[in-house]
């Protein structure tokens, strides 16, 4: 059974930086592919950033640069630095694993002011 849990959200400046974390339990998390989605009012969900079970990272073209993810095993986490943000990073973002079937974290608000 796996479960997430993200944190970090909050309210920021255009420019400022924020640090999400997703929080996992379950024997597989360590080695799975983890994903980092967000999903604005109206607009669909889309991958932000991804990491697979051997630290190999991909980003959705918006990121430009912009965010990191990262990992640390030993605290079964896994991070999204965003930095530069904009009003358009404004969503809820979500962490992602699917290990025969998908689970979701609950979501964290970001809210980017300009």
């Known amino acids: 059974q796996v479960q997430l849990a993200e944190s970090g959200g909050g309210l920021v400046q255009a420019g400022g930086s924020l640090r999400l974390s997703c929080a996992g339990s379950?024997?597989?998390?360590?080695?799975?592919?983890v994903d980092w989605y967000r999903q604005a009012p109206g607009k669909e969900r889309d991958l932000v950033a991804r990491i697979t079970g051997g630290d190999m990272t991909n980003y959705g073209e918006f990121v430009k640069g912009r965010f990191t993810i990262s990992r640390d095993k030993a605290k079964k986490a896994v991070f999204l630095q965003m930095n530069s943000l904009e009003p358009e990073d404004t969503a809820v973002y979500y962490c992602h694993l699917k290990y025969l079937k998908d689970y979701w974290g609950q979501g964290t608000q970001v809210t980017v002011s300009a």
């Open positions: 379950g024997t597989v998390f360590n080695v799975a592919t």
